[in-house]
């Protein structure tokens, strides 16, 4: 699960990412029309935001981040909990109120909730004028020229193929450090509670030459951490057989076959005869954490049921691959985790965790997700998710009570029993103990000296620089001088349950 907060671009980038036009017409021919995004929800729908940018740029669209200024707004919207939906329905109000004096202003919705409600949203929300899934982004030029032209427009269109494996994103809120990279799109796992494989579609990977190419590129440029997104990136598989392909929605293939866009083509053809086998993500981890030893790799999220010891025995071979990971457990009862349609039981799970602290060690930093008061759990069942919590020891949770989403499996076989009081009640028992468990870590690491990329000024005060230690801690520390996107020591002198404080000792 993850959380929902407005993701916005906090400075106007005039940074330019290369995207091969495939229409005939050029910016240069345009006049330049301002386009506000607004995320909501996951990292992969920042990244899926930027690929928008980066698709709509040629089309003479430029980024401001004022949506007063703007001609086009689009908020990229999240479906995972009822909440997040309600918040995007009080933002479009307020773009509304816009609209009423600025008739020309478009708006629009892409992304999951555009593709769990498709036309109905058209229809209950009068002034929205555009709705794409995840999949149509490459049709958004045409969307926008049938608005133009006077009609609303709608694409909720789902590949089987689509990865937008060829487009540079043009990065948005970015701090210049750290980077996000899509790997893969869908899922396939069906777990009983979730919208994402109805919102997302079927699981696809993405070409692992053009990711190795993007992760590159952003070292280049001056970024010294990737995270590589995918809703279970274990489950990763390309195969060099079976090139992507993309499609539009009226099913005409209108942009080019993968790569052929590329300058590196050839050399990336030239790497394909050299593949023999499939590429799981193991390998893919390896290749990316083979650019540069300066280079950290992250990855999310984890399936615990996919998640190998290959990948283990990968994160512990390389000293740039973090060492952290993101195993959602959802609940710490194996009934409860059988209605859940999560594959695996309690006892299956906690082995995993041994397996990780045996093969990439005792000190791998580990995070979660906890849904309180699924279908029909009891105190008993929920006693289960605490003492679990109390045999892990996360580092960090996403913590949520149980949010019944139409259509998903849970929703048409299982009553939504658990009274909104006592979910909430459990909710906050779980909140507890996680902060107790993530001070308790915290506390361990006082008088320790970690190595931390620093990432820019932190929450408080530009006196003192936030970065992150490579199990995934926040640190915070007094600015002597040293630039963003460099490695320091950093001595540990106190903590708070969500953050560790101290001073530079290089
Ligand atoms: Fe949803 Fe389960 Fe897929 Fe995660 S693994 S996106 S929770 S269906």
Redesign the pocket.
């Known amino acids: 699960m993850e959380n929902s907060a407005p993701i916005i671009p906090s400075t106007p980038s005039l940074e330019l990412h290369t995207l091969e036009d495939s229409s005939d017409v050029t910016a240069s021919t345009l006049p330049i029309r301002n386009l506000y995004m607004e995320s909501y929800g996951c990292q992969m729908n920042l990244a899926d935001s930027e690929v928008v940018v980066s698709i709509l740029r040629p089309h003479g669209f430029a980024v401001t981040t004022s949506y007063e200024q703007a001609d086009l707004i689009f908020i990229n919207t999240c479906a995972i909990r009822d909440k997040a939906e309600q918040t995007v329905r009080k933002r479009l109000s307020q773009f509304n109120q816009i609209k009423r004096h600025k008739p020309d202003l478009i708006i629009g919705v892409l992304g999951c909730m555009a593709e769990r409600l498709k036309q109905q949203l058209l229809e209950e929300e009068k002034l929205v004028d555009i709705v794409a899934g995840p999949d149509a982004y490459r049709d958004l030029p045409r969307l926008v020229a049938t608005v133009d032209g006077g009609h609303r427009a709608i694409n909720t269109f789902l590949s089987r193929e689509e990865t937008y494996a060829d487009i540079s994103p043009m990065r948005l809120n970015s701090n210049g450090v750290t980077a996000f990279i899509s790997i893969m799109r869908g899922?396939d796992?069906?777990?009983s509670f979730?919208v994402?494989?109805f919102t997302r579609g079927r699981e696809r990977s993405r070409d692992p030459y053009s990711i190795v190419r993007e992760a590159r590129e952003v070292f280049e440029q001056g970024y010294r951490e990737v995270t590589l997104l995918g809703?279970?990136v274990d489950s990763y598989k390309w195969s060099p057989t079976k090139p992507s392909t993309t499609k539009v929605a009226n099913g005409h293939s209108a942009f080019p076959v993968l790569n052929q866009v590329d300058s590196q083509v050839v050399e990336i053809q030239q790497a394909r005869v050299d593949v023999q086998e499939i590429i799981n993500f193991a390998q893919l981890l390896a290749q990316v954490a083979q650019i540069h030893p300066d280079l950290r790799v992250r990855f999310s999220?984890s399936?615990p049921k996919d998640i190998t010891n290959e990948v283990l025995h990968t994160m512990k071979a390389h000293d740039n691959i973090c060492k952290y990971i993101h195993l959602p457990v959802q609940s710490g009862n194996s009934r409860i985790l059988q209605l859940m349609n999560r594959t695996y039981d309690r006892e299956w799970y906690l082995q995993k965790v041994r397996d990780i602290r045996n093969i990439v060690g005792p000190s791998c930093g580990i995070s979660s997700d906890m849904i309180a008061g699924f279908c029909t759990e009891t105190e008993e069942d929920h006693q289960d998710t605490l003492s679990l919590m109390d045999e892990v020891q996360y580092d960090f949770s996403y913590m949520f009570y149980y949010s019944e989403r139409p259509g998903t499996l849970a929703a048409r076989k299982y009553a939504d029993d658990v009274p909104l009081v006592v979910k909430k009640t459990r909710l906050q028992e779980i909140i507890d103990k996680q902060r107790q468990h993530s001070l308790a870590s915290n506390l361990k690491d006082i008088g320790q000296t970690y190595q931390v990329l620093i990432e820019g000024p932190s929450k408080k005060s530009n006196d003192y620089w936030q970065g992150r230690t490579n199990t995934n801690k926040v640190v915070v520390f007094k600015n002597q001088g040293c630039a963003k996107g460099k490695y320091v020591n950093v001595h540990i002198k106190t903590c708070t349950s969500a953050t560790l404080l101290g001073d530079i000792c290089d």
Do not use: S
């Open positions: 899922c796992n069906m777990c979730c994402v494989p809703q279970n999220t399936h």
